[in-house]
C-alpha cells in the first residue's frame, strides 16, 4: 500500500485516466470509420491478437483506475481500521477477479475452447 502513496497515486490515476482514455477513443474511432459490425466482425475483433490485448489492457487498466480512488476514498473516510481492511479486501478481490476472468476469458479464444 505504500506504493501508491501522495503523489505517486495521484500520477499514476492520471496516467491510467489517459490510458482509458486513448483506449475509449480509439473504439469510437473503430465504430464511426468502420462500415456497421455484425457479431462475426466483433467477435474476429475481439478475439485477434491486437483485440484481445487491447481488451486485457483496457480491464486492467481500469482496475488500477478504480482501486486508486476507492483507495483513497477508504483511507479518507472509513476510519476504523478493521473495516477499512475489510472494504479494501472486498474491492481488491473484486477487481482482481475481474482481471482475471477476462485475461480467462480471451485466453479460451485462443485455446480454441470459446
Same mark, same amino acid.
Not at 481492511?85 to 472486498?90: G, H, K, W
Given at each position: 500500500?505504500?506504493?501508491?502513496l501522495?503523489?505517486?497515486?495521484?500520477?499514476?490515476q492520471?496516467l491510467?485516466?489517459l490510458?482509458l482514455l486513448?483506449?475509449l477513443?480509439? #473504439?469510437?474511432?473503430?465504430?464511426?470509420?468502420?462500415p456497421p459490425? %455484425?457479431?462475426?466482425?466483433?467477435? =474476429?475483433?475481439? !478475439?485477434?491478437?491486437?483485440?484481445a490485448?487491447?481488451i486485457v489492457?483496457?480491464?486492467?487498466?481500469l482496475a488500477l483506475?478504480g482501486?486508486? #480512488?476507492v483507495?483513497?476514498i477508504a483511507l479518507?473516510?472509513?476510519? %476504523?481500521p478493521?473495516?477499512r481492511? =475489510?472494504?479494501? !479486501?472486498?474491492v481488491g478481490?473484486i477487481l482482481?477477479?475481474i482481471?482475471?476472468?477476462?485475461?480467462?476469458?480471451?485466453a479460451?479464444?485462443?485455446?480454441g475452447?470459446a
Open positions: 500500500m505504500r506504493l501508491f501522495g503523489q505517486r497515486a495521484w500520477v499514476l492520471r491510467t485516466a490510458v486513448f483506449l477513443a480509439l #473504439g469510437a474511432a473503430t465504430l464511426l470509420i468502420a459490425f %455484425a457479431y462475426e466482425r466483433w467477435y =474476429a475483433l475481439a !478475439t485477434s491478437t491486437h483485440g490485448v487491447l489492457v483496457f480491464f486492467a487498466t483506475h482501486w486508486i #480512488g483507495r483513497d479518507d473516510y472509513v476510519h %476504523a478493521f473495516l481492511l =475489510a472494504v479494501l !479486501t472486498v478481490v482482481f477477479a482481471v482475471i476472468r477476462v485475461v480467462l476469458t480471451m479460451a479464444h485462443f485455446a475452447g
